[in-house]
């Protein structure tokens, strides 16, 4: 009955995926052909060109995270410094961040942890992480993330003080192309779920409104 229910799952998942690209596709494919149509009759303007651009962009974005998805077999798990995975996405984001007047503050008592793991999908998943964080912040301020380590398992957490989640939009986090932006895709945390749970770990999130979102990333330490 297990296995049934499993496979049940699945299934629904992947009706909801399909349902969800067809529909997240077909909206900038709509734009683009109305855009085509008045380029025809109208003539070519540098707002129409613009428009289509980033229409493509945002189909092209959707397909690059759907990709890594539909890749499990490419996963390479290898031995990786967490500590160092992430000083290296902080660096990375970080001028992201200031753009938006965000500063990304990592702080860490350990100087090496290693865990097994697939190393670009572990950056996407704080790439997705810190993203929201910056995203959440449209005034500015502080992102903090932080690292501790028990016997087994690390605790990685990213702290921000955005606008935080309301507790009915919190649970639809993770679902495939929920999202509150209008520049989103609503993939990143399904992604991020997804991976996390590939690599034997969980992520939890707790949020205040105004106040802002912890989201705690739990992993296995490699011996
Ligand atoms: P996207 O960023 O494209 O919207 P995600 O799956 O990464 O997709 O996030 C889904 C939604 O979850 C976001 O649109 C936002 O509403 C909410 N969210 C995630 N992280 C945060 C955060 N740190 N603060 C506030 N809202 C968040």
């Known amino acids: 009955a297990e296995e049934l229910l499993h496979h049940s799952d699945k299934l629904s998942l992947a009706g909801q995926l399909a349902a969800g690209i067809a529909h997240e596709i077909r909206n900038p494919l709509t734009a683009i052909r109305g855009f085509l149509q008045l380029m025809k009759t109208e003539g070519v303007k ?17 397909l690059a995270e759907l990709l890594i998805l539909a890749k499990p077999h490419e996963t390479r798990m ?37 865990v097994l793991c697939d190393e670009n999908q572990m950056k996407q998943v704080f790439i997705n992480i810190l993203k929201n964080a910056i995203d959440a912040m449209p005034d500015g301020g502080e992102a903090r993330i932080e690292i501790q380590a028990s016997e087994k ?25 929920f999202t509150s932006k209008k520049q989103g895709t609503g993939l990143g945390m399904m992604m991020s779920f997804k991976i996390i749970e590939n690599h034997g770990g969980s992520i939890h999130i707790e949020s205040v409104v105004k106040q802002g979102t912890t989201v705690k990333v739990l992993l296995p330490i490699a011996c």
């Open 78 to 114: 290898q031995r990786k410094d967490i500590v160092h995975l992430l000083r290296y996405i902080v660096t990375l984001m970080g001028s992201q961040a200031l753009m938006s007047n965000v500063l990304i503050r990592f702080t860490s008592d350990l100087r090496t942890l290693y």
């Open 153 to 177: 398992e690390v605790q990685i957490v990213v702290i921000d003080h955005g606008c935080g989640i309301p507790p009915d939009k919190l649970m639809q986090i993770g679902q495939p192309f």
């Open 46 to 62: 540098p707002n129409y060109f613009e428009i289509v651009f980033s229409e493509f962009q945002r189909i092209e974005l959707i």
